[in-house]
């Protein structure tokens, strides 16, 4: 049996982003956002090994790219059709490797 996940409402959505000040909402994509800055490369790799880690334990995978010391994060649950508290669930972990 498939499990049906439903994307947040409008008032989940701002509790949610009231709680996750270091990510914007992209309205287009009914989605999260995340910049990070790391001092290399290795920083960044290894921020992004920890992820994906986290992201396949947890079956909900971010689109995201990297640029020497850069990452860019974008949540969303494509099953959903927007945001859903697995975005929030893992920019929730990701905030926290990052000590934040």
Do not use: K
């Not at 974008?74 to 099953?79: A, C, E, G, S």
């Amino acid at each position: 049996m498939t499990q049906t996940i439903e994307p947040l409402s409008e008032a989940e959505r701002a509790d949610a982003l009231d709680a996750l000040p270091d990510w914007d909402y992209d309205e287009g994509r009914d989605a999260i956002t995340r910049s990070i800055v790391f001092t290399d490369f290795a920083e960044a790799f290894g921020f992004m090994t920890q992820v994906a880690l986290l992201a396949e334990r947890a079956d909900h995978h971010p689109e995201w790219s990297n640029v020497w010391n850069r990452v860019e994060i974008l949540l969303t649950t494509h099953d959903a059709g927007g945001l859903s508290g697995r975005d929030i669930e893992l920019a929730t972990a990701i905030d926290a490797i990052l000590g934040g």
